[in-house]
């Protein structure tokens, strides 16, 4: 995952940015947006640019307002990945940052959100922060998945989905191109019982949900349908 789609265009990291608060959770900084008295708690898994992307907590802040808990993990451990840092690029920074240790960090903030009377706990992934729900689908830790412009997914990881799941990719994607997100449907499309949505945005690059322009609004469009899309799966199958 070493090229420019991926860490192009990285956001501008504002800690105290959106509506919500910081604290800690399963002993992992967070961000929380909306009501921490609902039932329905999604968790929010950022790209390699981390918890304190603007566009990302506005999204949650967004989510948290149609009545769901969000909360938004640091599981880079206060370290994203700096596109300006010469010393580590990405295949240095991802043996200390890999999807799996992402993993293992969420297992507690899991459980700590179940142990405050949350019932049903639903993720959403981008691009790294994907391959983490893919690994939490396998550890039947979550009910509902929703995967946008994914990073390191393979196909024996779809194989092992058995709950409902939304894929989202783009077009221009080296990661995720559209022939594998194709396969990604025609093996969630054989499986009965599994319900799943999978949509490729034509045109549009890796990253476009959550590391667009603000200013550029065609690309603000284009993020908005793909937050649509996702509000749609979760009301349909998040409750």
């Known amino acids: 995952m070493s090229g420019p789609q991926c860490c192009s265009n990285p956001p501008s990291l504002n800690p ?94 899991i459980e700590a959100l179940k142990s405050k009377g949350v019932s049903v706990i639903a993720a959403v992934g981008f691009c790294w922060g994907a391959k983490v729900v893919v690994e939490l689908v396998k550890s039947k830790l979550i009910q509902t998945a929703v995967l946008m412009h994914p990073s390191f997914v393979s196909l024996d990881d779809i194989k092992a989905v058995d709950i409902p799941i939304a894929i989202l990719g783009a077009e221009i994607d080296q990661y995720s191109p559209p022939e594998l997100v194709k396969q990604f449907e025609q093996v969630l499309a054989a499986k009965a019982g599994v319900a799943s949505f999978v949509k490729i945005f034509p045109k549009i690059s890796h990253g476009w949900a959550v590391r667009y322009n603000a200013e550029d609004a065609e690309a603000v469009k284009v993020a908005e349908e793909a937050h649509r899309d996702m509000l749609d799966w979760l009301a349909k199958h998040h409750k």
């Open 16 to 109: 105290s940015g959106g509506g919500g608060h910081v604290n800690k959770v399963g002993g992992v900084d967070s961000y929380f947006s909306g009501s921490s008295h609902s039932k329905l708690a999604l968790l929010m898994l950022s790209d390699v640019f981390g918890y304190e992307a603007p566009n990302l907590r506005k999204l949650a802040d967004k989510v948290a307002a149609a009545g769901y808990y969000v909360v938004v993990p640091d599981l880079l451990d206060g370290e994203p990945f700096n596109y300006q840092n010469s010393n580590r690029p990405l295949p240095v920074w991802l043996k200390d940052h890999g999807p799996d240790k992402g993993s293992e960090a969420t297992k507690p903030i």
